[in-house]
């Protein structure tokens, strides 16, 4: 009985094993695999630039400020244009 559920288990652990070496040679060394690293890119990039004010540079995510209209701006130009 414990020899049946131990090959089971086993059998399991072979399957998801050779599953991530199929998903790591995918992503590594096909086209596919480029375009989700490429992809991967812009959105960090996009990221990167959603958080950088065009006058104050880069800021931290938790400290832009959320208008009620949606849109987020950095705190500096926050507390300048409450301060006009
Ligand atoms: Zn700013």
């Known amino acids: 009985?414990?020899?049946?559920?131990?090959?089971?288990v086993l059998?399991?652990?072979?399957?998801a094993t050779?599953?991530?070496l199929l998903f790591?040679?995918?992503v590594r060394w096909?086209?596919?695999g480029l375009r989700l690293r490429q992809?991967?890119?812009?959105?960090?990039?996009?990221?990167?630039l959603e958080l950088e004010c065009p006058?104050?540079?880069p800021q931290r995510a938790e400290e832009m400020v959320r208008l009620p209209s949606g849109s987020r701006i950095c705190p500096a130009c926050f507390k300048?244009?409450?301060?006009?």
């Open 30 to 32: 096909t086209p596919l």
């Open 39 to 48: 992809d991967a890119n812009r959105r960090r990039l996009e990221q990167a």
């Open 18 to 20: 050779v599953g991530a």
């Open 55 to 57: 006058i104050h540079g």
């Open 24 to 26: 790591f040679g995918l």
């Open 1 to 8: 009985m414990v020899g049946i559920i131990l090959e089971g």
């Open 80 to 84: 300048e244009a409450l301060h006009e």
């Open 11 to 15: 059998f399991v652990a072979l399957l």
